[in-house]
């Protein structure tokens, strides 16, 4: 089974709405962390947003912010106020085990390519 | 902070020669080092787990004797794509644990073509 699905290969969004990008994600750990990376055209891994599954709270990161829904154990990153520069493709991804633990790896989803039209 | 400076961020490369692609960590201790391939329109995937001082672990379907990883210190890990075909072009991105609680640091990337 996929660790992390992204079903949306494609995204638009007019500049200035909001965009909220789907991902979900499969594991039987009790911790495990959530991120998601944002990677333009020049091929760099830009980190967004962190989420623990133990957090309670929902992470935001200025514009960027993650629904957490544990149960149907899904990580949706909303952007806000989309701007031309979110124009990228945008990955999530999931560590399992304790942020303690350094050699764990990450597990990408398929990505999302999104367009901000003027 | 953790910087993972990755070079070169692109090379062209005959067919059967050799390319050394280096990741080396500027600000902090990298004592795992993960690399990573991208083809085009594609997802990462794990090529390879570095760790200094130690073999690499590689993942399942990568050649070993073709992909060589080098981890000989905590600021220095590097991959070498031996007898490079036009099939191994593709994007390599290395990633280490970086001082912040959860975030690991990933290189600028690599994009490898083999003409």
């Known amino acids: 089974a996929q660790k992390i699905t992204q079903t949306q290969p494609g995204m638009f969004v007019q500049e200035k709405e909001a965009v909220t990008l789907d991902c979900t994600y499969d594991t039987s750990d009790q911790s495990y962390g959530l991120f998601w990376y944002k990677q333009p055209s020049s091929g760099e891994m830009i980190f967004l947003i962190y989420?623990?599954?133990?957090?309670?709270q929902n992470a935001t990161e200025g514009r960027y912010s993650l629904n957490f829904q544990k149960a149907r154990k899904s990580a949706n990153l909303v952007i806000s106020a989309s701007q031309l520069g979110d124009s990228a493709m945008y990955f999530c991804?999931?560590?399992?085990?304790?942020?303690?633990?350094?050699?764990?790896?990450?597990?990408f989803g398929t990505g999302t390519s999104l367009t901000v039209i003027p | 902070g953790a910087v993972v400076s990755q070079h070169p961020s692109r090379v062209i490369c005959k067919s059967g020669t050799s390319v050394k692609i280096e990741c080396r960590s500027l600000d902090f201790q990298a004592t795992t080092m993960f690399w990573y391939r991208q083809f085009p329109k594609q997802s990462l995937m794990l090529m390879a787990t570095?760790?200094?001082?130690?073999?690499?672990?590689?993942e399942q379907g990568v050649e070993k004797d073709k992909f060589l990883i080098n981890h000989a210190s905590l600021t220095l890990s590097t991959l070498t794509v031996t007898s490079a075909h036009p099939e191994d072009s593709s994007f390599y991105i290395c990633?280490?644990?970086?001082?912040?609680?959860?975030?690991?640091?990933f290189g600028s990337g690599t994009r490898l073509t083999v003409v």
């Open positions: 570095s760790n200094e001082g130690s073999k690499a672990t590689y």
């Open positions: 989420q623990g599954s133990y957090d309670e």
């Open positions: 990633s280490a644990r970086g001082f912040t609680p959860y975030g690991y640091t």
């Open positions: 991804a999931m560590r399992e085990g304790p942020v303690s633990v350094t050699g764990n790896q990450f597990y």
